[in-house]
T-cell receptor, first 113, second 115 residues
Framework: ETGVTQSPTHLIKTRGQQVTLRCSSQ?????VSWYQQALGQGPQFIFQ???????GRGNFPPRFSGLQFPNYSSELNVNALELDDSALYLC????????????FGPGTRLTVL | QQQVKQSPQSLIVQKGGISIINCAYE??????FPWYQQFPGKGPALLIA?????SEKKEGRFTISFNKSAKQFSLHIMDSQPGDSATYFC??????????????FGTGTQLKVEL
């Protein structure tokens, strides 16, 4: 059974740029959630995708957007990067949208200069 | 607004001792309470979880105690080992209006187990 994988591992961008982060969910899982973890903080929920549709969103501006593909992999896109967007971005997958248990990937460390 | 409060922020325990981390929540819609362990540079790993209809759950050296009326829950790590040194997060799950669910995390406890 393959766990949750994310790419890239690290990324450095400058303010105002756009970034795309990728996630492959655990085998058999059709629901993907994205979280932002600032240094020294707990993860904050960004949004969740189920069968290619967004089915929930946290308190993040519209410049944070996502996609889920037919194979249940997912992308997180962030436009107009700000310094405060520097964080560890975590993807978590679950069996389906009603399943509480979420399994996290290793994350992508984004640094905005 | 922080909906899950976690304490202490950091904890030092001697090898073989008991580590205790506490969390409190406000939202009564929460219905699933997992604990995650995170090592530096890694994603959170699910450790153990409980639902509010159970007062205690034990898996190996890890035990969750849950007090629904007080809206509090805690993680006990028995016979703590140096390999347990990590950051621990409590979390709570509730359903989203769109049909999914989200986790709300505490601020984390940095545990160090000394020899």
């Amino acid at each position: 059974e393959t766990g949750v994988t994310q790419s890239p591992t690290h990324l450095i961008k400058t303010r105002g740029q756009q970034v795309t982060l990728r996630c492959s969910s655990q085998s058999g899982h059709n629901t993907v959630s994205w979280y932002q973890q600032a240094l020294g903080q707990g993860p904050q929920f960004i949004f969740q995708y189920y069968r290619e549709e967004e089915n929930g969103r946290g308190n993040f501006p519209p410049r944070f957007s996502g996609l889920q593909f037919p194979n249940y992999s997912s992308e997180l896109n962030v436009n107009a990067l700000e310094l405060d967007d520097s964080a560890l971005y975590l993807c978590a997958s679950s069996f389906d949208s009603t399943t509480d248990t979420q399994y996290f990937g290793p994350g992508t460390r984004l640094t905005v200069l | 607004q922080q909906q899950v409060k976690q304490s202490p922020q950091s904890l030092i325990v001697q090898k073989g001792g008991i580590s205790i981390i506490n969390c409190a929540y406000e939202n009564t819609a929460f219905d699933y309470f997992p604990w995650y362990q995170q090592f530096p540079g890694k994603g959170p790993a699910l450790l153990i979880a409980i639902r509010p209809d159970v007062s205690e759950k034990k898996e190996g050296r890890f035990t969750i105690s849950f007090n629904k009326s007080a809206k509090q829950f805690s993680l006990h790590i028995m016979d703590s080992q140096p390999g347990d040194s990590a950051t621990y997060f409590c979390a709570a799950s509730n359903y989203l209006t769109g049909g999914g669910n989200k986790l709300t995390f505490g601020t984390g406890t940095q545990l160090k187990v000394e020899l």
